[in-house]
């Protein structure tokens, strides 16, 4: 067996060799790309028997994605993908001078995968489907969660020099309160429009009610509120104009890309099972699916696709204290999406809703009450994962009915 630590950057990696004893065969420095790869094949290569093949290789590297680790994985290598903080609590074991460098942290990785590489997780062998919805996904997310902080400085703008529009436009991120925010960015403008420009917004918006809604937003605008200077109502305007004209194109990009996930998801195989959940739609299907991936043998059982969800709780026990608390440490981008899923199913699933009486019916707060909730939903989804079948309410939820009853 040869132990590789490869410590990564943007433009280099530290790359340190092991045999079984710990005895280090090789170091160097190699450049990210076609020529830093061959290389470490080299170096690999020189170190191997004549019968050993690659799969002899264990390598460590404080990543998960990238073309560097995407060549590791099509070598053959058995690769060990390892959180950063993993790595900073083991090389504390051994040291506690907070010493730290790039060939330390390539040691580190090589000493991990040699000793404790039945505590981690190897590399999931999702498709090239999968990872593509994940990275759509994503990036769909990401458009949101930006959207939402321009959403804020805007609603924080607006609430120093013009709160009549917040009156308004209850929900700024649509596309009537847009365009009337881009035609009048403040209370003087804003005041002089007439009923049919704002009934031919509402109109376009595709709003029901717009005479009644159109009087409604012009008897707002224009009502009184406290002056600001001129130059400073100038200024505001001008950071609301440019606001607007932000969130607008962040509106177009997240329907084109929600488009595109959508297209993709529809693509793969188990798009149907997990259509079937109960609040899970395409972009919330997506998101679960790529951060699951769809390598079958990834998660060993129910347990551990909860444990990797973060739905699961985490039991901390000392002499005779013992506490259990939220998974607060977990990948965010499955967790979001989870919740989601958790609350949409309260109206989509008797069963959920029927689960989630009872634990507020014991006195569990509403968000604990959810967290449950989507630990069954992920245990579920597994199930019908392991046997290839859709969701059944009366198999999710029927044993629980009886249960119940006796």
């Known amino acids: 067996m040869l132990f590789v630590g490869d410590d990564w950057a943007e433009d280099h990696h530290d790359i340190e060799l092991q045999d079984p004893a710990g005895r280090r065969l090789g170091r160097a420095r190699l450049p990210e790309g076609v020529v830093g790869i061959a290389r470490l094949h080299e170096l690999v290569v020189a170190q191997l028997g004549a019968d050993d093949g690659p799969e002899q290789v264990v390598v460590g590297i404080e990543t998960d994605r990238g073309p560097w680790m995407q060549a590791l994985v099509a070598a053959g290598y058995q690769v060990f993908p390892v959180n950063p903080r993993q790595v900073a609590r083991y090389r504390e074991r051994h040291g506690t001078s907070g010493a730290k460098s790039d060939a330390g942290d390539a040691h580190t990785l090589a000493d991990m995968v040699r000793t404790d590489r039945h505590q981690l997780r190897a590399a999931a062998g999702d498709s090239a489907l999968a990872e593509a919805i994940k990275l759509l996904a994503r990036a769909h997310q990401r458009l949101i969660w930006d959207r939402h902080r321009h959403l804020l400085r805007l609603r924080a703008a607006l609430v120093e020099f013009f709160p009549a529009a917040l009156t308004a436009f209850p929900d700024l991120a649509a596309a009537d309160a847009l365009e009337l925010l881009q035609a009048a960015p403040d209370p003087t403008s804003a005041a002089r429009l007439s009923r049919p420009r704002i009934a031919a917004a509402l109109t376009r918006a595709s709003r029901r009610g717009v005479p009644a809604k159109a009087t409604q937003v012009q008897q707002a605008l224009r009502a009184e509120q406290l002056p600001q200077p001129e130059r400073v109502v100038a200024a505001y305007a001008a950071t609301v104009g440019a606001a607007v004209a932000v969130i607008g194109t962040l509106n177009a990009q997240i329907q084109a890309l929600a488009g595109q996930v959508d297209a993709h998801f529809g693509e793969h195989p188990d798009a149907e099972i997990y259509r079937s959940q109960p609040g ?26 909860r444990n990797y969800a973060g739905s699961s709780p985490v039991t901390k026990q000392s002499g005779k204290k013992k506490v259990v608390v939220a998974r607060f440490v977990r990948n965010d981008r499955l967790a979001d999406p989870l919740h989601q899923q958790a609350f949409c199913a309260l109206t989509a699933s008797p069963g959920a809703r029927a689960y989630y009486d009872q634990l507020r ?19 579920i989804l597994h199930g019908c994962l392991k046997t290839r079948t859709r969701y059944s309410e009366a198999t999710a939820w029927s044993h629980r009915a009886s249960t119940a009853a006796a």
């Open 361 to 379: 019916a014991r006195g569990t707060g509403h968000h604990a009450a959810l967290r449950q909730l989507s630990n069954r939903l992920v245990g």
């Open 280 to 305: 899970l739609g395409g972009v919330l299907g997506a998101r679960v699916l790529g951060e699951f991936g769809d390598d079958p043998g990834r998660y060993r059982d129910a347990r551990a696709r």
